[in-house]
Structures are given as structure tokens and as C-alpha cells.
């Protein structure tokens, strides 16, 4: 989808940058909570319970008269599934204010340096996300300064987004691993220190995974990639083969990116207390709990972009046997995308509630011995299907 | 310029998966256990001593404070230790209710094993899995005799009262849900990768050690020794059921859980039994209203759901309390299999045997 290029003045891309960098952090901040009541909610019903059911949908608030009427009829309320959804303007303000304790010993301006970092790398990423290929909508003609300018689907369009992506998303292990340092107590220290070596061993397949769209698509912006990938045009039809193997090892290298189960060994509750965010409390800790489930939604979303057929409804370029004049299921549309990021969120849940921890020498044999040969051969696979077909 | 440094940890007394207060002082090399020494005490209330101090009727109350996810078992044994202390005949129907419900509980202790064992792994589905077949045996012990967790089941003689009425139902629909439960955890775990990754091979202790180190129940069964007091020296009415005993040769953190699952399978068998031979009859034997005791020395073994819970009473001349009670605790000795369980392995393994010991600190520390 060519963007035809309006020329704007100085003022008019300040103003339409921030606007933009505005809209996706509101968004961001609306998912981030959001995928925490939903985490609240799937695995308790994955776990047969309810999960969180305070706050609204009880017997008292402004649906309290309604649910009171509906429980008296022996029916459970039409809220019920959503019972608890301010839960997470609960636990914001819980996290806002606590009391933020900075241990004795610690180390004081790393250890608040820690969670900023963590907190940068994680939404820095954004900027180079393209949630829609072109433009989304244009400003309205009366409003002043920006009237009329096109309203993108990306923040910035790069041409080497993925290596900055890329590039970003390894500095939050600093964040990790600084905050755990300058905590100066034991239990962070283990934790940082298998974070560490988690990080490192699974940047190297997450990034040779990716380097199939990389050499199918032959380009390096999260755009462009996202486009050819979709709409499979110029795909070979054996490329899905490459495709398909990159998403498993992708998704599964982001689980250990991300410190989730079954990679959440930083973290391991029963094992290391809280991991590397022992120490922390209040915001602080906030700052890397959002840290967290902003890297799920990186994660969701280069997966979507690459691989499920970002923008378009079929994934792995199956796009092509559509014709792109069939209405709706034709044509590019950010709820594609929204849906299949809400679909890989799930699976993020999905899999806390099923799997149990790997040990930290079973962590590495799964990524050197098992996930870096396998992208290396799928790598060739694709390379092979790109130039000899 | 670089210092190599060995690590020394506290893990525990507060700690999410020492189950209770278990302090381990771990000396760590990178995450690999050097040297462990397993510290107890902090639950220490001296329940022996206090014992001695209270009459046979009033001991019990403090039986049901040791192992306390069990405690209908810490009940049998104290009841039936008294009771052959003074040589008492306990009707027959009285010993079915106490095998039923002991079976019960070594279910109710089983599925805790399994929740928090799994959980500590990490896999947190089966902890409520898990918890909510207990709930169902709670609400059993609740029927029965009013607590869901400090019983005091059992009076010296037999029973305080006859079961309420509809509680062979409920029992009874319980054993008809139970069996799929259990396959349920199974779906969940047994042909898992990584809970076979985690436990196959981790925390090995060979039949050879545990007789050393005195080690019974689940983990001894799971080395190849098929040692159950319920077979070796009948008590309750298990001389009349009809079980096997699970054994595996691994030894291991996994052979272990199979033991468990097995054994869980059998408790179902033997509660089913229970239900459907309950005689009819009084479930109290005439006894007088004070015991007074001879000069005399009883040890009585039962098999608690950790292992060989024992009672040693002493008894002197026209005694009303008990001269010396001692208990053979299953967890304090088993616990001492830790060290040699994961010294040399990683961290992670720490809480995998930890878990796969299922220690229960009120017994540890009495």
C-alpha cells in the first residue's frame, strides 16, 4: 500500500510525531492492564475458578441493583465475565502508592536506573511497529496546524527497523540485570545472573529465526517485511515451509525473551522468591512488571507482522488465494492484527497455566543444542527456496 | 583479579517453597549445591513433653498439631498405641470407620504432596486441580467430626460417635469422581516433557541409602522396597482389605510421584472396600472413665501418608498420664535423606526434593 508522500512542515511532524508516539503508548497502556485482568481471568478459568471477581458485577455498585436481581433469579449475572475488570485500575494504584523502599545497601542510582531502562527498551520498541501498513485515517481539514495530514499506522518507518527493534529489545536485559546487581542481595544476583544467560543464548535463535522473513521478504523494515510477507505476492509458494518452522521457534524463543513460563527462571517464584525484582517494591517494581507485558506485546506483535500475515487475514502469506478485490477479508485491516495479537497473547496465558519450569541446564540444552541448529537449517531452507527456485 | 567464591544461601525459614518454615543453608557454587545442612526447629511447641503432662484422653489434641495435613493419622496411631498400652479391643466397625477415614486422609495428604510438589515446579493448574478434590475430603471430615484439619478423630475405645447420617453418600460419590481426578493430573503431568526433564533422574537416594538413613514411606517404596507397615504389621482393619503396594526401582524424584499416583489409586480401592463391608455393631468399647497404667512399654508403628509414624509410650504404676511418649516422626527422619538427595546438583533440585520428600514441619519440629 504506497503512502503518497505530503510534504510537511517542521512544526506539522513534531506535532504529528508526538500525536502518534501519544496514540500507541495509550493504546499500550490500555493493553498492558488489560492482558493483566486477562491473565487474571483465563488462567482462573483454565484452573476452574473464577478468578477475579471483585469490583463491579457484586452486590453493590452501579450494576449491584441488576446483579442482585439476577443472582435472586438464580442466574448468574451478565457482568460475571468481566467481574473484576477495574481490578486493574486497582492494581495501578496500589503499585502508585506503595511505599517505594530502596534497600539500605543498595546501590541507589542504579537501582532506580534499573527499572527505566527495562521500561525504555520495552516501549522504545514501538516506535518502529507498524500496526497498518499506510495511512489509517487523515486529520480533519478544520483543525488547525495539522488539518488534513495523514493520521500512519507506525510511528517511524525505518529502513533497518527490525535491527533496531532488535537492537532495543536486548538492552532491557541490562535493566534486569543492573537492577539485580545494584539490589546487593543474593536471590536477585541468581536471578540476574540466569537472566543473563537465558537472554543471551535465545537472542541468537530468536534473531536467526527472524532472518527468514528477513531473507524472503529481502528487506529490513518492519513495513515492508510485514507487507510482502502478507500479502505473499512474490513468495514462493514453498516459502511457507521455512514460514511455519520460524513462527514455532520464534514464539518459543519470545516465551524465553520475555521470562514467561516455561522460561521464567529469572523469576522463579517458588525457587528464587521474586527473582531479580526481589528487592523492589511500589513502582519501581511496576515499571518492570509493564516492562514485561509490553515485550509480550512486542513479541505477539512481530509474530503477527511476520508470520501470521500481519494486516491481512490469512497467515503465512496464504493471502495470495484471495483476490484482493473481495471485500473485507480482501484488504488490509488493523482488527487482523489486533485479533491475532490478542490470539498470541492468549497462548501466552494459555501456556503459564499448563507447563511447568525448565531447570536453568535444560534452558541452555533447549537453546543451543535444539533451537539454534534447527533455525540454522530452516535459515538455509529458506535461503535455498529464495535463490534456487 | 578474580576472586572464586562459593555462595552461602538461607533457604527459608520464609521462603515460597520450604512448606512451612524449613531453613536450608545452601553453600553455593554458581547454581550448583555444594553443601547443604537441612535447620529445624522453628516450629518447636515440646508436644512430647506436653504429652506427658496431659492424660492418654487429653494427648490426642496435640497428635492432630504434628502432621497436620494428615492428622487422622497421627489420631490412629495415638488411639491405637493407648490402646494397646492398656490391651483394649476395639470393635470391629469402629476399626473400618478409622481405616475409611484414614484412607481418606492419606488421600487428602497425597493430593497437598501433589499441589504444592507440582507447583513448586512450576506447573500451578494442578495445585487447584488438586485442591479442589480436597476441598470434597475436608468437607468429609468436616461431617464427621466438625474440624477440617485438627481432627481429634479417634477416641481411645473406638469412636466418639457413629457416622452422621449421609456421609456414606457423599463418601461414596466422591470414589465415583475420584479415579477420573486422578487421570486428570496424569493428562496434566505424567507424559509431560518437561515434568519428566524436571524429575526423572533428580534426587536419587537407592533402597540401600534410604534403610541407612532410616527413610520410609513413598521414597522408600519408590527405591524397590515394598515396605508398608499396612502389610508388615496390619493394624485398623487393613489386615481385611484387599491392596497391593506400589513399588518402582528408580528411586527418583519421578518414580516417586508414580508411587504416590499409585498409591492414591489404592487408598480409593481400600476406602471401597470400607464402604461396602461396614459392619453393623457399636463403634465404642466399654472402657473405664480413667485409664490408669501398669508398668509398661508400648511402640506402635502405623503408615502415615510420609512413612513410619511411630508412638512409644512408657507407662508407670497407676499413672494417669504417660511416664514417656516419644514419636518416631516419618518427615524429621526422612528429611535427613536431603543432603545426600542434592548435594553436587542444581539449585532448581533443591525444591524438587524438597517436594518429592513431603515434609511437614509441625512434624519435624513437634
Known sequence: MPTQAIPMTLTQTLIMGVIQILAVLIVIFIIVPLTTFAERKVIGYIQVRLGATRLAGGHVGITGPMNRIMWGMGKVPMLSILRGLPIFIADALKLITKEDIIPAKADRGVFTLAPIISVMAAFGVFACVAYYPGVMFYMPKSWPVIGGLPFQGFITDVNVGLLFILGLASVGVYGIVLGAWASNSKYPLLGSLRSAAQIVSYEVPLTLSLLVPVLLSGSLSFKDMSVALSTGKDLNPLAIIPLFIGFFVYLTC?????????????????????????EYSGMKFGFFYLAEYANMIVVSSLATAFFLGGHYLLPFGLQRFIPATMPIIGGPSFFFFFAKILCILFVFLWVRATLPRYRYDQLMDVGWKYLIPLTLVNLFLAAIIRFAF | MFKN??????????????????????????????????????????????????????????????????SISNNLGWAEGVEKLFGIEVPRRAKYIRTMLTEQNRLASHLLWLATHALDIGAMTVFLYAFREREYLLDLFEAFCGARLTTTAFRIGGLREDLPPGFIKKAQAFQDLFLDCVDE???????????KKRTIGVAKLNAEDCI???????????????????????????????????????????????VRLAEMRQSHRIIQQCIDGLPEGPVMAKIPKILKSEVNEVYHP?????????????????????????????????????????????????????GTLDVVLGEIDR
Open chain 1, 254 to 278: 519470545g516465551f524465553a525473551e520475555t521470562n514467561r513460563v516455561p522460561f521464567d527462571l529469572a523469576e522463579a517464584e517458588t525457587e528464587l522468591v521474586a527473582g531479580f525484582h526481589t
Open chain 2, 5 to 70: 567464591e562459593e555462595m552461602e544461601i538461607n533457604l527459608g525459614p520464609q521462603h515460597p517453597s520450604t512448606h512451612g518454615v524449613l531453613r536450608v543453608k545452601l553453600r553455593l557454587d554458581g547454581e550448583t549445591v555444594t553443601h547443604c545442612t537441612p535447620v529445624i526447629g522453628y516450629l518447636h511447641r515440646g508436644v512430647e513433653k506436653i504429652c506427658e503432662n496431659k492424660t492418654y484422653f487429653q494427648g490426642q489434641v496435640w497428635t492432630d498439631r504434628m502432621d497436620y495435613v494428615a
Open chain 2, 185 to 195: 493430573y496424569e493428562t496434566l503431568l505424567t507424559e509431560n516433557r518437561i515434568w
Open chain 2, 212 to 258: 541407612a538413613l532410616g527413610v520410609t514411606g513413598p521414597v522408600l517404596r519408590a527405591a524397590g522396597v515394598p515396605y508398608d507397615i499396612r502389610k508388615a504389621f496390619p493394624n485398623a482393619a487393613y489386615a481385611e482389605m484387599d491392596f497391593e503396594i506400589p513399588t518402582r526401582t528408580e528411586a527418583d524424584t519421578y518414580a516417586r510421584y508414580l
Open chain 2, 302 to 354: 502405623i503408615e502415615a501418608p510420609k512413612g513410619e509414624l511411630g508412638y512409644y509410650f512408657v507407662g508407670e504404676k497407676g499413672g494417669l498420664n504417660p511416664y514417656r511418649m516419644h514419636v518416631r516422626a516419618p518427615s524429621f527422619v526422612n528429611l535427613q535423606a536431603l543432603p545426600k538427595m542434592i548435594e553436587g546438583r542444581l539449585l532448581a533440585d533443591v525444591i524438587a526434593a524438597i
